[in-house]
């Protein structure tokens, strides 16, 4: 059985998709212009577009996602939780102190 995901995970992979997926579907629209059918438009992977917009002169623009903002906000994803594994280290040593002062204050005969 597949373990679900948190949203912290799904976040994460969706930056990722954002930071480094695939475009090439993405082209293959703007080129191929009115084309394409349905079953094909609904195949194409176009997770990292954020806008599709018919221009007057015919064309089509597409934008796609900023690859640079969602680069940095995996950085900060990773640095939080680079922090919360060593409040968790800390948190574990200083137990393991308390419980070595308490057997230390025991007395053995």
Not at 5 to 10: C, G, Y
Not at 51 to 71: C, H, N, P
């Amino acid at each position: 059985m597949r373990k679900k995901k948190t949203t912290k995970e799904e976040v994460r992979d969706g930056l990722k998709r954002l930071a480094f997926g695939d475009i090439t579907d993405a082209v293959l629209l703007l080129f191929a212009g009115d084309t394409f059918s349905e079953e094909k438009l609904r195949s194409l992977d176009l997770f990292c577009v954020s806008e599709i917009k018919k221009v007057r002169a015919g064309g089509t623009e597409i934008k796609f996602f900023d690859r640079q903002k969602a680069l940095e906000r995996l950085y900060e994803l990773s640095a939080q939780e680079d922090t919360q594994g060593l409040g968790f280290y800390a948190a574990l040593e200083k137990s393991a102190a308390a419980a070595g002062s308490a057997l230390d204050a025991c007395t053995y005969e």
